[in-house]
């Protein structure tokens, strides 16, 4: 008789289900069964939606039966966080539908995660208002609400059923937490990125940080709405894009940064080749032809790592147009730069960082953790000449997000990067707990803009005379750069998508 995994593998390759995460590779268990010990923990974080590839008829089957034979009581226990009574009748179901013990382990998980949810935090997962939720032991669960972190009224039984939270959403991934490997990172199978650790790293408990996928991602008109910038600083950010400006989207964590670079992506011409490369794919590019990688952490025994860097550099042989790195974090900001700087422009990442000069810092010490031993001028010459443009942005304490600065990189004078802000948010003040204050262009002109008429983008209204009459009266043209927050006066942009 045809084991369950055979019959789930019959209809592999069937169109996942509405909701499911979107990945390209495919489920854990869709693959061959005897290769689940090198699969166990060698899975990337969120590999595959659990359903992508299962026979929806067995699936319907299963559920069924279980809605039949789950009573009310079993399942109030399991909303409360102990699950055990349901995922033995899980099991017991399974293993009726002949599924291997191998198997078993996965596929209770994903059938308990789609029949009851993920317990108590189930409503904060369906509350489209909740964009974070953090659980730090079993009593203190919070979450974000438009850009504000407060306690939710929900907590779990015990450290164990915090636990078994984790477990449920990891082990359809072929993923497992223990004392062995006590953090790991995950996704929901809606997309939602996942990160636990448990004691003993945890002092005080399991704690599970889950960033809420955005089923319908933010675009430029929702930032703009948000004032995170203003239109015609979006005008020029569509331009930069445009016209192949590298560019570095600076920020503290949770700022939005994963959030601009999507926004900037967008503005890729549909064209042209993408290849995106992340740790977790939060990306969601619009365009037809984008190419998205992966990292996959190393299994149990330690082997089989892709990182970011051995991707950036595979990703330059596959003829692409633009490379967006959803984070450097460590030596592949040699290999992002190197790319910027030997014909791969309009290339774009993200980084950690408190303001664009700290950035061109935190990048500094990357280049060096490639281990390349270069002296510091050579760093310094590689990211002036690679970056364009460094887009600052932060979460302020009423919870907004605003592009603070947007800085062009003007190349390196002595030893020392020239940075010039082009756009600069200045807070005015607090009122009613909402942070006051407005977007200003600093009125100096950007070196970029001739790339931008070189381009085609922009076009000057003004004669190099009035240009001249305008810089000599600083003051008006600074007034007038400020009252607009518009760039760049006499600037007209021509081709927007
Ligand atoms: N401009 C914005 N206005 C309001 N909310 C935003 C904005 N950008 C992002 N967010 C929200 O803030 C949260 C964090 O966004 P995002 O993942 O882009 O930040 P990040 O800086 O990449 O975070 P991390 O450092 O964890 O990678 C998300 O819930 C997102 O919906
Ligand atoms: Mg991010």
Redesign the pocket.
């Known amino acids: 008789m045809p084991g369950l995994y055979e019959r789930l593998q019959k209809t592999a390759g069937a169109a996942a289900p509405a909701g499911s995460a979107p990945r390209t590779a495919g489920a854990p268990w869709a693959r061959e069964p005897e290769a689940a010990p090198e699969r166990e923990g060698g899975a990337a974080p969120g590999t595959a939606a659990p359903w992508s590839g299962v026979d929806p008829e067995l699936k319907a089957r299963v559920k069924q039966r279980l809605a039949e034979e789950l009573d009310a009581e079993t399942l109030e226990r399991a909303q409360r966080g102990d699950d055990r009574p349901v995922k033995e009748a899980i099991a017991a179901i399974l293993r009726a539908e002949g599924a291997s013990p191998l198997e078993l382990g996965r596929l209770t998980a994903a059938l308990y995660a789609e029949v009851l949810g993920f317990g108590p935090i189930q409503p904060l997962l369906d509350d489209p208002d909740v ?2 939720i953090m659980i730090n032991g079993p009593r203190h669960v919070y979450v ?1 609400r438009h ?1 504000r972190l407060q306690r939710a009224p929900v907590r779990f039984e015990d450290d164990e059923a915090v636990l078994r939270l984790i477990e449920r959403i990891v082990a359809p991934l072929g993923r497992r937490i223990d004392e062995a490997s006590p953090m790991v990172d995950a996704r929901l199978p809606d997309g939602s990125r996942v990160n636990a650790i448990i004691p003993p790293l945890a002092i005080d408990g399991p704690a599970v940080t889950i ?2 996928f ?1 089923r319908d991602p ?1 675009g430029i008109d929702d ?1 703009i709405r ?1 004032g ?1 910038l203003t239109p015609e600083m979006a005008e020029v950010l569509r331009a930069c894009v445009q016209a192949r400006l590298n560019i570095l989207v600076s ?1 503290s ?8 670079l999507n926004v900037l992506s967008s503005f890729i011409p549909p064209d042209e080749r993408i290849v995106t490369i992340e740790d977790a794919a ?1 990306l969601q590019l619009r365009q037809e032809h984008v190419v998205r990688l992966e990292t996959r952490p190393p299994n149990l025994e330690g082997r089989g790592e892709i990182a970011i860097r051995q991707l950036v550099r595979n990703a330059l042989r596959m003829r692409p147009d633009r490379i967006v790195v959803g ?1 450097v974090r460590g030596g592949e900001a040699l290999d992002m730069l190197q790319a910027m700087n030997t014909g791969h422009d309009g290339s774009l990442t ?1 980084v ?1 960082a408190n303001s664009p000069r700290d950035a061109l810092s935190r990048l500094e010490t990357m280049v060096l953790m490639a281990g390349m031993d270069l002296p510091v001028r050579a760093i310094r010459e590689q990211i002036a000449s690679a970056l364009d443009l460094i887009v600052h942005q932060a979460r302020l304490r009423d919870g ?2 605003k592009i603070l600065y947007i800085t062009e990189v003007q190349g390196l004078e002595g030893d020392v990067i020239v940075l010039q802000d082009v756009f600069r948010y200045v807070q005015t003040g607090v009122e009613d707990g909402r942070v006051r204050g407005d977007f200003r262009a600093t009125g100096v002109r950007p070196r970029f803009s001739e790339r931008l008429a070189a381009a085609g983008i922009v076009q000057s209204t003004r004669t190099r005379k009035t240009e001249r009459r305008r810089a000599s009266k600083r003051r008006g043209f600074a007034s007038e750069f400020s009252r607009t927050a518009g760039w760049p006066p006499g600037w007209r942009v021509l081709s927007c998508m």
Request: hydrophobic fraction near 15%; proline fraction near 0%.
């Open positions: 964009s974070e974000e850009g960033r809420k955005a933010f930032l948000f995170t920020g964590t949770g700022s939005g940064k994963t959030t601009t939060e984070e993200t950690h907004t997000r």
